[in-house]
């Protein structure tokens, strides 16, 4: 069968047999979403395998322990969250059953935009458990996490931190660009999303993937969908394609059924590989 004939459990009556009939979400090892694919500027290790051919995966609906909502200082709900829940358990059966496994959890953002693209930076390509480590490391030499104390640290003090000579660079350059204010960070909240990206990816270091992040988790942007992240296309083929690979195509046909709330869904498809929620 070629890619072309080939539909999403979302196209699918619930009853209909086939390839395409989704199983529900398989808990996989923490961190399999955090890795974009390579786009020329997001680099670092090899990104996540992808999913498994012909896997099998259960939803944890009986045994599921709904996850508390995460304590961060100022952070952030987005004011659309409980309409796009609602709105997305109408139109995909997948997400009916997904979204109430994982309780009052939800997307938040912590407000200090130079600290979400410092900490998407991290993310590059490692799982999550390695970043954060990583940007506790880089917490305790800049305590106030302010672009001045990343410059006045330097690349080397950086890097001994446990981040690539590579990933130190892009932070002292991203830092280098709030301080001078080259970046139009007050109007960010008025432009539209590829607007913000292609500011975005004028600093080195930072690629589609990185501003999408941001997007979502700094702006909480309700419809953005990181097609680069091999986490996303795991979810999608392991929820709606049994396993089997799928092309981006394929995943963007999948994700014209969650407008205007892709960013919603990305977030529990993430969920569905990783119970843990990750912020930025």
């Not at 680099?43 to 996850?67: D, H, M, S």
């Not at 080195?204 to 309700?222: Q, V």
């Amino acid at each position: 069968m070629n890619a072309a004939a080939r539909k999403p459990a979302t196209a699918t009556p619930p009853a209909a047999a086939g390839r395409a009939k989704a199983a529900g979400p398989r808990p996989a090892k923490a961190g399999a979403r955090e890795a974009p694919l390579p786009d020329g500027k997001d680099t670092g290790v090899r990104p996540a395998a992808k999913a498994t051919r012909n896997a099998k995966a259960v939803l944890p609906e009986a045994q599921a322990v709904p996850l508390p909502v995460e304590t961060v200082a100022d952070a952030v709900r987005p004011a659309y969250w409980d309409e796009a829940c609602a709105d997305l358990m109408k139109r995909d059966r997948i997400l009916r059953k997904m979204i109430p496994t994982y309780g009052p959890a939800h997307l938040i953002s912590r407000g200090d935009p130079f600290v979400t693209l410092a900490r998407a930076v991290v993310g590059q390509q490692i799982s999550v458990k390695a970043a954060q480590s990583v940007w506790e490391r880089l917490h305790a030499v800049c305590p106030r996490l302010a672009p001045a104390q990343f410059l006045r640290a330097g690349t080397e003090k950086l890097a001994g931190c446990g981040v690539s000579k590579r990933k130190a660079e892009y932070l002292i350059d991203l830092a280098g660009h709030f301080k001078a204010g080259t970046v139009h960070v007050a109007q960010w909240a008025q432009m539209d999303d590829e607007a913000v990206i292609a500011e975005l990816t004028q600093i080195r270091g930072i690629g589609r993937w990185t501003a999408e992040m941001f997007l979502m988790f700094n702006l909480m942007r309700p419809n953005v969908l990181p097609l680069d992240d091999v986490g996303l296309i795991n979810a999608i083929s392991t929820n709606y394609f049994s396993g089997e690979p799928v092309t981006r195509s394929e995943a963007r046909e999948v994700a014209a059924n969650w407008e205007p709330w892709r960013t919603v869904a990305t977030w529990y498809m993430w969920r569905s590989l990783d119970p843990l929620p990750v912020t930025y």
